[in-house]
């Protein structure tokens, strides 16, 4: 069954460093999102994703926060400057379709610690 | 503002039945999903209602009433693998799939 993965699956990194988190969507997928969920909270939407440009982003996507689709299969977020509140487990998404009724695909996430 | 409220917890014991309640404020709605997720893994999709009433699949059914703003997960014949945490999320665009996620609802299934 298709999946989408993620890497690395921990990143630790230094307060100020940037940091880029990688993601697979499945093949045929168009729509791609990242969440991030607190040790212990709930998921929070950050951003989506669509025909090579953002569609929609929250308040947390500040200017640290970037998204990008290098190639044809690999979707990364950077976070540029790192703070300690960026640490996460930061999920990639993905959906064949945007209609209400496609599901989104959860990968299995990146845990990223800020030191 | 957007919430969604479900119960912290719930307890129950293996081949009984529990109900998982979600009431939601949100400024669109476009329909209500269930996931589960075990240990911080990945949220795992388990139903969807876009309109009104009982979605069954399997051991789980999900049910709606949009007038209420309101929706549960059923969850039968229970076993300790379901032991879980469940989130409600309400899907508040039409364009862009955005999930609103609930706070979540550990359950714990005991022998």
């Known amino acids: 069954e298709p999946e989408v993965t993620q890497t690395p699956s921990h990143q630790v990194t230094q307060m100020g460093q940037e940091v880029i988190l990688r993601c697979v969507p499945i093949?045929?997928?168009?729509?791609f999102y990242w969440y991030r969920q607190i040790l212990g909270q709930k998921v929070e939407f950050l951003v989506s994703f669509y025909n090579n440009e953002i569609s929609e982003k929250s308040e947390i996507f500040d200017d640290q926060f970037s998204v990008e689709r290098p190639d044809g299969s690999n979707f990364t977020l950077k976070i540029r400057s790192t703070k300690l509140e960026d640490s996460a487990m930061y999920f990639c998404a993905s959906s064949e379709a945007q209609g209400a009724t496609y599901e989104q695909y959860f990968g299995p996430g990146t845990r990223l610690t800020v030191t | 503002g957007q919430s969604l409220e479900q119960p912290s917890e719930v307890t129950a014991v293996e081949g009984a039945i529990v109900q998982i309640n979600c009431t939601y404020q949100t400024s669109g709605f476009y329909g209500l999903s269930w996931y589960q997720q075990h240990d911080g893994g990945a949220p795992t999709f388990l139903s969807y209602n876009a309109l009104d009433g009982l979605e069954e699949t399997g051991r789980f059914s999900s049910f709606l009433s949009r007038s209420d703003s309101y929706g549960y997960l059923l969850l039968q014949e229970l076993q300790m693998k379901d032991s879980a945490s469940y989130f409600c999320a309400v899907r508040d665009s039409g364009n862009t799939g955005k999930l609103i996620f609930g706070q979540g609802t550990t359950l714990q299934v005991k022998p």
């Open positions: 093949s045929n997928h168009l729509y």
